[in-house]
Each structure stands twice: as C-alpha cells, then as structure tokens.
C-alpha cells in the first residue's frame, strides 16, 4: 500500500470544527483512502473512507482533491471525546496485502 | 450488536513463560487479524486469517509466536518463552470479508516481567 504523510499532531478548541489534512502522492488509482481513530487506551475504530468523491457520515466528511494526492478529514464539531491519533491509511483493492498498514498518525487535542 | 471481544484485558507473566491471548470476533466476520502495539509505537500487523484459507503469517516477529482460528470464529495468540520486547498491546480486529471495515477490540495489555 502507498505512504500517506501526515502532521505529527493538531489542537482544535472544542465545538469548533477540525480539518486534518493527509498526503498521499503516490495513491494508485484503485487505492481507498480510509480514516481510522484510536483514542486512548481503546482499539482503532474506523472513522470514514472514500475513493474519488466527498463523503459524509454520522462521525465525519472526508474531502479528497481532485488528484486524489491529498485529503482531508473534518470533524465539524470537536468535542473533548474526539481527542484521538487519527490514521490516514491507503488500502488497495487488489494484491495480497489484507492488513492495514497504520502510520503514525496525527494526534488531535481538544481544548475546553 | 456484540463487537470484538479479547481476553485477558491484561496479563503479566514472567519472562521465558507461555502466554495465550483469545479473540473472539464478531458473529459472521470471515476475516480476522492480530496487531500489536508497543508503547508510543504504531500498530504492527502479525497475522491474517481468512476463512478456510491458509492464514498470511507474514508479520510474526519469531517463531515463538502462533496463532489458530478454530472453526472460523475464535482465535488464540500463543506466545512462546515470553521476552521482554514482547511487552505490547496486541489487538485483534475482524471484518466481514477481506478488505471490508476492520472493527478492533478493546486489546490486551501484556507486560513481561
């Protein structure tokens, strides 16, 4: 799966919204662009994922440019619940590879 | 409806002693994987089972590490003569079929002593 490269970590005040950005470059043109949050002391727990076009749910938008190169997840109201490392990952459609590869992650602070 | 459960939550163990950790996946979930987590480190994927396949063991660090999956549900994480390095969150997830959302667990917390 290709790399995404995202910021080390982010502050937001809460009840405002959040955009967390994510690069990835080298995405292949089968490549899904998935979001996952691990909040402390929990597992991972899926967020949001697209392909071409923005998509919204119930947690969150996801905004993919044009390109693809690029996204950026936006929680629109943060609350102190939403302090997590949130993951930008890469997951292809095809190949062997079944696992999530997780980078680093950007870890969100929600100020009261 | 019930999600991944892992047990035990936490376990300290001495080194050089066998550890087991238990998932249990969510009811229908043909896929399932372990991870591991070391403190302040990214998750690490150890192994893949999918159905009746031949599971992808591709991220066991040595083979002191095993897993099975019984029956397409259960699965057990075997740590052989525990080291220290060893000492990590290992978290299971399962998804309905390969590539689909994967949901986690709540991870157990092993410390080797």
């Known amino acids: 799966d290709a790399k995404t490269t995202q910021p080390n970590s982010m502050e937001s005040n809460e009840e405002e919204p959040v955009h967390l950005p994510c690069n990835h470059s080298?995405?292949?043109?089968?490549?899904?662009i998935h979001w996952y949050r691990q909040l402390p002391s929990q597992g991972p727990e899926y967020v949001i994922h697209?392909?071409?076009s923005n998509v919204n749910n119930r947690m969150a938008s996801l905004a993919i440019a044009e390109d693809r190169k690029s996204s950026t997840l936006i929680l629109h109201r943060a609350t102190l619940r939403d302090a997590a490392v949130y993951y930008c990952?890469?997951?292809?459609?095809?190949?062997?590879?079944?696992?999530?590869?997780f980078g680093s992650g950007t870890q969100l602070t929600v100020l009261p | 409806g019930a999600g991944v459960s892992q047990s035990p939550s936490n376990k300290v163990t001495e080194k050089g002693k066998d550890v087991e950790l238990r998932c249990d996946p969510i009811?229908?979930?043909?896929?399932l994987y372990w991870y591991r987590q070391s403190l302040g480190q990214g998750l690490e994927f150890l192994i893949y089972?999918?159905?009746?396949?031949?599971?992808?063991k591709s991220g066991l660090p040595s083979d002191r590490f095993s897993a099975e999956r019984t029956g397409g549900s259960v699965s057990t994480l075997t740590i052989q003569r525990t080291q220290q390095e060893d000492s990590a969150v290992y978290l299971c997830?399962?998804?309905?079929?390969?590539?689909?959302?994967?949901?986690f667990g709540p991870g157990t917390r092993l410390l080797v002593l």
């Open positions: 990952i890469l997951r292809g459609s095809s190949g062997s590879a079944r696992q999530l590869t």
């Open positions: 089972f999918q159905g009746n396949s031949a599971p992808d």
């Open positions: 697209g392909l071409t």
């Open positions: 009811s229908g979930h043909t896929a």
């Open positions: 997830a399962s998804s309905l079929e390969s590539r689909e959302t994967q949901y």
């Open positions: 080298t995405i292949s043109g089968t490549d899904y």
